[in-house]
């Protein structure tokens, strides 16, 4: 259900790049072949939450996330001063972002039944990429993904080679972040 690791190390990256304060964060549902779990995009979320950024969560109609854990994000990023939108417009979800990141999930409506959520998926394989268009869309995003990542599938050749790509420092800070936690643990 969650992968909170992975969210402290993006939220690292965020400030890293960045800095602090309030930023416009889109994550976005993007095509995989297979239906992929939720625990990266449900603590992406919820740390975003909590940050206090201002959350756009874009996904196609059937892959939305949990009920209770949207209360939660929702309340979360209302005491913290940021906000969240949800749109199923890939297009609009982009412009003006300052942070994208891509992340693929299976459907709560198919859980248990791959091959009914393969098939339903197929419909999204080509609209639902990041690419050089969309990018232009934002306001100079960083990309971000928490790998491994399936180029040409997720996200394009040329925004993942791109300047604006945080891919490899946002897996560097995995080490970082965990290796903190620990010193956390033995003191």
Same mark, same amino acid.
């Given at each position: ?13 965020? +400030? #890293?790049?960045? /800095? #602090? ?6 994550? @976005? ?12 995009? *449900? ?17 196609? +109609?059937?892959?939305?996330?949990? *009920? ?20 199923? $417009? ?15 999930? /299976?459907? +709560? ?10 098939? #339903? ?13 969309k990018m232009a869309r934002t *306001? ?10 399936? +180029? *040409? ?10 300047? @604006?790509?945080?891919?490899? $420092?946002?897996?560097e800070n995995r080490l970082h ?6 010193? /956390?643990?033995?003191?």
């Amino acid at each position: 259900m969650h992968h909170p690791c992975q969210a402290l190390a993006d939220m690292m990256t965020i +400030r #890293e790049k960045l /800095g #602090e304060g309030r930023k416009k964060v889109l994550l @976005s549902w993007a095509w995989h072949p297979k239906p992929l779990p939720m625990a990266v995009p *449900n603590s992406f979320a919820v740390a975003a939450a909590q940050m206090g950024h201002d959350l756009v969560l874009a996904h196609p +109609r059937g892959y939305e996330l949990d *009920n209770e854990l949207m209360n939660t994000i929702k309340e979360q990023s209302s005491d913290a001063g940021g906000s969240i939108h949800v749109t199923s $417009d890939i297009e609009q979800a982009f412009e003006a972002a300052e942070v994208s990141y891509a992340k693929s999930w /299976g459907s +709560r409506n198919f859980y248990g039944a791959p091959e009914k959520d393969i098939a #339903e998926r197929a419909q999204y394989r080509c609209k639902w990429i990041v690419d050089e268009q969309k990018m232009a869309r934002t *306001n100079d995003a960083i990309f971000m993904h928490c790998l491994p990542v399936r +180029r *040409n599938v997720i996200v394009t050749d040329g925004v993942i080679d791109s300047a @604006s790509s945080v891919v490899i $420092d946002e897996a560097e800070n995995r080490l970082h972040v965990q290796k903190a936690i620990l010193v /956390g643990l033995i003191h």
